[in-house]
Each structure stands twice: as C-alpha cells, then as structure tokens.
C-alpha cells in the first residue's frame, strides 16, 4: 500500500510538595464543531487556569502562577490531603521541599488489560485526525475517551486536571513520563474507555511528540500498544482559518518521520489524501494492522452522538459533499525533501528536495493517485 510514513528542550518539573491553601480551578468553554475533515477552528476547548483571588497566598503568587505548571489542588485545610492525584502535584514553587517520585498507578482499582490493544491515534493538530477518530469507531471493537466530554475526545484536558501537563505548552516530550501516562492509561480504563471492547483508542494529535513515554507505559501496563499516524500534504492543506505554516510542518512531520521509522514502534501511516481518493486501501491497512478490526463503515461516523454538524458524517460522504482540494504552494526544499521522506512524490518532491534522505523502512511505492 501507499502510504506517508525542536525548538528548545524544557527543563523536566521538579517534583515538589503542594502547599495545603492553593487553588487552582478549571475553566471549560464550548469548543467549536466544525467539519471533523476540515482543520478544527479551535484547539482545546478547555482552559486551566489560576483564578485571581482564589489563592490564599495572594496575588503575588497569582501573578507566578499564570506561567507556571502547576497541577489542581484541593484546599488541604479543609481536605485534609494535598492534590488530587495521591499529592503528587508538578510545580516549581520556591521554597517548597521536592517530592520524589512519580504516580503509582498500582493504587488504582484494578484493570485486565489482557488481549486489549491501545490504540494511539496522532498527526497534525487541524489536519483531519478526528474524521480518522470516527472513521475506526465505526468497527464496533474500538473504544474512545468521548465519554470523558473532553474537547473532540482527546486527553489533553484529562491529563491537564491531573497536573501532567500544562495547557499553556503545546507538545514537550518531557512534559509527561511513562509512569504518569501509565497512571493516565489505566485511570482511563477506570473511568471513560468501554473495557468490554478489545481496542482502546486516544486519539490526541499532541501525543506524536510523546511516543516512546507512551511505549514505556503500555509496557508498565502489560498491554500491546499500536500507533496509527495520519500524514498530510501541503497541497492538500487548504484551511482559512488554520492556514499552512511550512516552519511548524516540517516540525511536525520531522517527528512522524521518526516514530514512522522506529523499529520498536508498531505503526501504520494514512494519508489524509487516501481517505478521499483510495478508502478501500485505507480500510484494507487497518484490518491488516488491528486484526479485531473487520469492518469499517466510512458513510457514517463513530463521532456523530458526540460532534453537531460535519463532524458527525462519515469520510466518504463529507468527501462527496465537499471534494478534496489539492492546491499547489511554493515549499522550501527541506518540505520537500521531508514528503519525499514520507512518500509523497507524485509533484516530483524527491526531485525537488536536493539532497533528500531515503524513505522510511518499510515504505512501499506502488499506488498512484486518480484525482
């Protein structure tokens, strides 16, 4: 089948003791439901913020607190415990004694992750991974996190409440560690993933700079771990609101290109082009790569009791309504050379790309494009 295959490191957050009059509050708003196959128009829909006047030290540590990576933490004057999950809190407050350590996920009730798979679902934020999402919720076998009502089912929002991330960064692949996914994992299957069924899916596109902390955890776990990496062509990249930024794709694409090419790492590549000119081949690679998968329904979505609008239809008919664009841009060869990397070279990328690297292991040219 055909198919695609920096910026500055922070310092890792120290562990430290969370002090017992903080408060920090979560603040959710409405995220906007466009068309799952069109760049969403907005990112999380849930904001973490420190409230001004809803911290007993005052606004002075508000004023630290606004920049700062700091987890939920109950008022332990009152509680009687000190943050939410088992006092482990990520925060750089001076003066405050470290804590060792990272969550014990043993703590939990228990789970039987025995013959389950943990799907993990990434690509480029607005760049279709939720039309994919609803796409492989329609085999019956695969469960999501859209019952945890987080903005388009992701974990950003989740791990956000138990202090793993900050919602202020992006993606740093030291933000989250194999223990603290571990914990995340399999307080999931606790709470919001469906265990009846032998797929467990997280679809978050910020997890494509996370892949070996979410491979040490499944080990953590005992559960096998796959990852399903959706790829998409400048050309086809024709959103106004989110319009192409070249700097932040080649970013993008040079850690898809890495987990594509890991060879401790099980992945499949879907291109988003494929899922509107070749879906049969789509559907053939993801039964061959998830073999609880037997069927898969593109006319309808998995999405569609959670999402209003586009977002709710099925690939196919979203791509009936509404063709694919393919639209020609002026790229830097270094673009090129990283589709050339990905397996796109229907325009002559590799020629383009002076000096461009062999494609990833594995990747095998023989499909052509009828568009």
Known sequence: QRGLHSGKRARAPERRACPADIMVSIAMGEGDERSALLPETIGESARAS???????????????????????????????????????????????APKEGDPDFRRLPPVDFDDKTLLIV???????????????????VITDLCKSDTWQCENTVLL????????????????VTAAEFAYAYKD??????????????DKTPQNLCRPTKIRDAAAKLGVNVKFVVLTRHPFSWT???????????????????????????????????????????????????VPAVTNLD???????????????????????????????????????????????NEDGECAASAGASESPSGYVDDMEYDR
């Open 298 to 344: 593109p006319w309808h979505s998995s999405l569609s009791d959670d999402s209003k609008g586009d977002r709710g239809m099925g690939v196919s008919e979203y791509f009936q309504q509404e063709p694919l664009e393919w639209i020609e841009k002026d790229l830097e060869p270094e673009t090129y050379a990283m589709l050339c990397q990905l397996g796109y």
């Open 122 to 140: 990434v690509g480029l934020p607005f760049s279709g991974t939720s039309a994919l999402e609803g796409l492989l919720g329609t085999s019956g």
């Open 188 to 201: 999931f299957a606790n709470k919001w993933w469906d265990m009846s069924k032998p797929v467990l899916m």
């Open 239 to 289: 959103s106004e609101k989110h319009p192409f930024n070249q700097g932040y794709y080649v970013e993008q694409m040079v850690m898809a290109r890495n987990l594509l090419a890991d060879p401790t790492m099980s992945t499949l590549q879907v291109r988003y082009e494929d899922m509107a000119w070749n879906m049969d081949a789509v559907i053939e690679s993801v039964k061959a790569f």
């Open 50 to 96: 420190a409230h001004e006047g809803g911290v007993g030290v005052g606004n002075g540590f508000n004023r630290w607190a606004s920049g700062k990576r700091v987890a939920m933490i109950a008022v332990g004057a009152i509680l009687g415990v000190c943050g939410l999950v088992g006092g482990y809190m990520h925060s750089t407050m001076p003066g405050v």
């Open 160 to 175: 956000e409440r138990m202090g793993f991330i900050n919602e202020n960064v992006h993606c740093d692949p030291e933000d």
